[in-house]
């Protein structure tokens, strides 16, 4: 069920009602209503593989109280593992079986042999990377003694499940979500109104931004070879706008859906486009995705201690790992081996944790230096997205080739000046609302009037600039 | 909880109220013509109603005999016009209506429309019969495949269209389809926008949609001749002329044939194209072009 189709319209309501009004007595029942919701909202889209979902909070149910009850070392390992080939192992097969199969059969006929392995019509469950993660998170917190197991089964099989942020995130600890299923929900005004207002501005990101950016992106993309260079950084540009729409759209929708019934789900972008340096931007997109890989895979490596060389492993491990995890493709080991790239100068002259603070704290504009640290950052983060977009490597290389040309600088082909102010006066919104958790959030500081009328202008404009409906992005990974 | 509800209620009231207001003021949506049915069992508009095609783009009028378009100064060399919603046409301006296009080629006949938007080819014979009685020189009916298919009960039943029932060989009047939640629907504009934009996001249209497949011409012949059969016997008069649209499928010309009816097939191949790029009806170039063939057939039908 998409979060921005007349389905989930029907479908939130519903839940809403039964839940505050049927359940809101008894913790259990009020729970096990999110299990049986969530599992309506996955299954809207494949019933079948609800299995998967059910399996994988089987086994991690009874690993975590296994692992409560086991205190010799090797069994504790034995039970962990057990549950990251279970878990990777769903995953690898759905997702990357058919990616090692062909890139074996190449690099056996690169090297004159010749090998026939059949690949398979895999359909790719969609969320399978955004839960594998979070019941990941929960055995290996049991496992490191940072959490303690639950034995309520239908608690735990919400919290895997929760249909909010199931199938794209963001991905949740179970340290900060679990524990909220075991308390008593009591409805909060403000919490439910904040939610209704971060959901709003998630489909108008969603509606308005990236499916009108994807329009243009999707016909520049698949016919790059027709186009001028300045059209072809146009479409880059269109990408990248997409995707953030798209993505943290998304989350916004999410967030505010759990906030609804009572959640509290962690931020996952924090305005990345104004990001003054590479490091900065991956504190600030996909931060759900980003903490998961530092805590379970940097730090366990080793992190930034060690030798040099150490370090650098650490970092180009953790940013190929990270590309690899949105698709089975070289086209996104590219893309985190470019981001590796980028950040390493920072990591190697010790600057990848100078602006951790907001750019222009307490001023309304930027200073010159921001300005142009801005700008390298998002055209350094355009250039990488090409490989994310691209459908294959050499795709992408060609796309580079054509918009670096001479004709970067002819009038572009494509141009919608429509799209071009929609966008721009998102990013004021964005730059204005970037001390907030999302853009529009202290607009409650607003008289009502006021208030209201802007989220009039925004529903209006839903209406207005509906593009054609695109699935979500991040489904696919 | 309470004020939560009190709040969301009094923010989609005053929204419904504002999109109410910017629906009617911009016409999102175009107005559509109440219908009646009347003693000949034939549904027709209103008479002398009219209204806006979206975004106010032209008027559209329903003349007092109930069929939109204008009508003749004369009755005299009278050619009727007979059709569904490409001959209706709501969404070109009047100038763009068949009857005023043939007048243009052909001064010395009076053209006049009866068409409505769902008309079978049955159902256009019914409302041939009833304009006999204006004594017309000929009368033009225009028809595509569905009109054929949709006049067997047997092969696409439909409530509200006038078909031909194999069975019972005998005509089943098509019924107004919920009249009173169409009129809420229409007159609440902004209800009725969300219902055309969104309504085939809908997952239960798949299912309709996947139940209506149509079926093969070829399997279905023995009842298009009985179709044909019967219209012969009942209706057909020298005078009528049925214009087929172009790329219908040469089964029904073979049939006509066969019954000899008169017929003309319009032809699109050697042409841009004639339609909307939203919509399979004709554009007023589409009408100019299909009026010109019209024309053209009855001057040498004339000689």
Redesign the interface.
């Given at each position: 069920m998409l979060f921005n189709s007349i389905d989930f319209a029907i479908f939130l309501p519903i839940v809403f009602v039964l839940y505050w009004f049927l359940t809101n007595r008894n913790l259990k029942l009020q729970n096990l209503l999110i299990v049986i919701a969530s599992y309506i909202f996955y299954g809207w889209w494949d019933w079948r593989f609800l299995s998967l979902i059910v399996f994988s909070t089987i086994v991690d149910f009874t690993i975590g109280n296994l692992l409560k009850n086991e205190v010799r070392v090797n069994f504790r390992k034995i039970y962990l593992w057990i549950s990251i080939i279970v878990n990777l192992g769903f995953l690898g097969f759905f997702k990357y079986y058919n990616f090692f199969i062909d890139s074996f059969t190449e690099v056996f006929s690169f090297f004159g042999g010749e090998i026939s392995v059949n690949s398979l019509n895999i359909i790719l469950p969609v969320g399978i990377s955004f839960y594998t993660f979070q019941t990941l998170s929960y055995t290996i917190d049991v496992y490191r003694k940072q959490l303690e197991p639950t034995k309520d089964i239908i608690a735990f099989s919400a919290f895997v499940s929760f249909f909010p942020q199931l199938v794209a995130g963001p991905i949740e600890r179970a340290t900060n979500l679990l524990p909220q299923f075991y308390k008593r929900r009591t409805f909060d005004y403000n919490l439910a109104i904040d939610g209704l207002r971060q959901i709003l501005w998630g489909l108008f990101k969603k509606v308005v931004i990236a499916d009108n950016c994807a329009e243009y992106a999707n016909q520049i993309f698949n016919n790059s070879n027709d186009f001028s260079g300045s059209t072809l950084f146009i479409g880059a540009l269109c990408f990248t706008f997409q995707i953030y729409g798209d993505f943290s759209g998304y989350s916004d929708i999410a967030i505010g859906t759990s906030r609804l019934f009572g959640f509290n789900l962690k931020q996952n972008f924090a305005f990345p486009y104004f990001s003054r340096d590479i490091a900065e931007f991956w504190r600030r997109w996909h931060i759900s995705l980003s903490t998961w890989f530092r805590d379970y895979l940097y730090i366990p490596l080793g992190g930034s201690r060690g030798s040099l060389l150490k370090k650098i492993r650490n970092i180009f491990i953790i940013f190929i790992v990270s590309g690899f995890w949105h698709g089975a493709n070289w086209t996104f080991i590219v893309w985190g081996f470019l981001n590796a790239l980028y950040f390493l100068p920072l990591m190697l002259m010790n600057k990848n944790r100078v602006n951790t603070n907001l750019v222009a704290e307490s001023r309304i504009f930027a200073s010159f230096r921001e300005i142009g640290q801005m700008t390298i950052t998002f055209l350094l983060t355009v250039l990488a997205w090409v490989f994310f977009r691209a459908k294959d490597v050499s795709h992408a290389f060609s796309y580079l080739d054509g918009m670096f040309s001479s004709s970067l600088f002819h009038v572009p082909e494509v141009f919608d000046s429509n799209v071009f102010f929609l966008v721009l006066g998102f990013m004021v919104v964005e730059w204005f609302g970037r001390s907030n958790k999302y853009a529009i959030e202290s607009i409650f500081k607003v008289p009502k009037i006021g208030r209201w009328a802007f989220y009039f202008l925004l529903i209006a404009l839903m209406f207005i600039y509906t593009g054609k409906e695109q699935e979500f992005i991040y489904f696919q990974f | 909880?309470r004020?939560?509800l009190i709040?969301?209620a009094l923010?989609i009231l005053?929204?419904l109220v504002?999109a109410e207001v910017?629906s009617r003021f911009f016409v999102f949506t175009s107005d559509i013509p109440m219908r009646t049915v009347n003693t000949n069992q034939i549904q027709k508009y209103v008479p002398d109603q009219q209204g806006y095609w979206k975004m106010k783009s032209h008027k559209w009028q329903v003349n007092h005999l109930g069929w939109p378009g204008p009508l003749p100064d004369s009755y005299d060399n009278l050619v009727t016009v007979i059709g569904d919603s490409f001959i209706e046409n709501f969404m070109n301006p009047d100038s763009c209506h068949q009857s005023v296009l043939l007048k243009k080629e052909m001064p010395n006949l009076n053209f006049m429309e009866a068409a409505r938007s769902g008309v079978s080819l049955i159902e256009a014979f019914e409302i041939k019969k009833e304009l006999d009685t204006l004594n017309p020189k000929y009368q033009l009916i225009y028809a595509s495949d569905s009109d054929f298919e949709e006049s067997i009960a047997q092969i696409h039943p439909m409530s509200d269209v006038t078909q031909f029932n194999l069975k019972t060989n005998q005509i089943a009047y098509g019924k107004l389809k919920s009249p009173g939640l169409k009129k809420i629907l229409y007159n609440w504009k902004f209800v009725f926008y969300l219902y055309r934009?969104?309504s085939s996001?809908?997952?239960f249209n798949d299912v309709q949609a996947s139940h209506s497949e149509k079926s093969d011409v070829k399997d279905d012949i023995p009842k298009y001749r009985e179709l044909i059969d019967f219209i012969h016997n009942n209706y057909v008069a020298d005078n009528v002329i049925i214009v087929l649209k172009p790329n219908t499928n040469p089964i029904f010309q073979n049939l006509l044939s066969e019954y000899e009816i008169k017929f003309m097939v319009l032809d699109d191949t050697k042409d841009k194209s004639w339609s909307f790029d939203y919509d399979a009806h004709w554009t007023c170039y589409g009408h100019e072009r299909a009026s010109l063939q019209v024309s053209d057939y009855l001057r040498k039908y004339k000689k």
């Open positions: - | 909880m004020k939560f709040q969301i923010f005053i929204g504002i910017a934009r969104f996001d809908l997952s």
